[in-house]
T-cell receptor, first 109, second 112 residues
Framework: KNEVEQSPQNLTAQEGEFITINCSYS?????LHWLQQHPGGGIVSLFM???GKKKHGRLIATINIQEKHSSLHITASHPRDSAVYIC???????????FGKGTRLHILP | SAVISQKPSRDICQRGTSLTIQCQVD?????MFWYRQQPGQSLTLIAT?????????ESGFVIDKFPISRPNLTFSTLTVSNMSPEDSSIYLC?????????FGPGTRLTVL
């Protein structure tokens, strides 16, 4: 079983819809990252969380440490949000980053 | 915070050649890491680049294939040696600054 699981694997939605991407992990962590990978492969760091909630523009990320779960929300989604969203955790026991397989998001105009 | 840049952003190379990828950070970082993402796969750690000593490689990765340099606290290189089409991947570096992780934009490598 992967230590970091994301759902859904693929998501297609209409422009304007509220998007939720989930990340569950099974190891002790000191931080969790959400990354955005563009179709060309370029990677952008969106959030780093160790507790609570962060907001940046239309993006919101939350983490529940007790439940070992994080969500990334996109409000008023737009076709330019189409990308792969990757959850990554910093594992406590060895300070290594473990990546999820990503969620491929496609927003239709 | 820190900003990490990588060069090149992408390249197309011939089988049997080698490519060196550069990772530059605008701050001094304690730890630097190199990852690989093969098509359809998640990112996987290749090695930890240690300043002033040899890199520490993960299982399945060896120094002869992926030599790494870390001459100072802001710079590292990863060389992909004697490339084959199976090396076609995105290569990503990251660094730790005051216990916070920062990521480069990645280098897309295609080997023909």
């Amino acid at each position: 079983k992967n230590e970091v699981e994301q759902s859904p694997q693929n998501l297609t939605a209409q422009e304007g819809e509220f998007i939720t991407i989930n990340c569950s992990y099974s190891v002790g962590i000191s931080a969790l990252h959400w990354l955005q990978q563009h179709p060309g492969g370029g990677i952008v760091s969106l959030f780093m969380l160790s507790s609570g909630k962060k907001k940046h523009g239309r993006l919101i990320a939350t983490i529940n440490i007790q439940e070992k779960h994080s969500s990334l929300h996109i409000t008023a989604s737009h076709p330019r949000d189409s990308a792969v969203y990757i959850c990554a955790v910093l594992r406590n026991r060895d300070d290594k980053i473990i990546f999820g397989k990503g969620t491929r998001l496609h927003i239709l105009p | 915070s820190a900003v990490i840049s990588q060069k090149p952003s992408r390249d197309i190379c011939q089988r049997g050649t080698s490519l060196t990828i550069q990772c530059q950070v605008d701050s001094q970082v304690t730890m630097m890491f190199w990852y690989r993402q093969q098509p359809g796969q998640s990112l996987t750690l290749i090695a930890t680049a240690n300043q002033g000593s040899e890199a520490t490689y993960e299982s399945g990765f060896v120094i002869d294939k992926f030599p790494i340099s870390r001459p100072n606290l802001t710079f590292s290189t990863l060389t992909v040696s004697n490339m084959s089409p199976e090396d076609s991947s995105i290569y990503l570096c990251s660094g730790t600054v005051f216990n916070e992780q920062f990521f480069g934009p990645g280098t897309r490598l295609t080997v023909l």
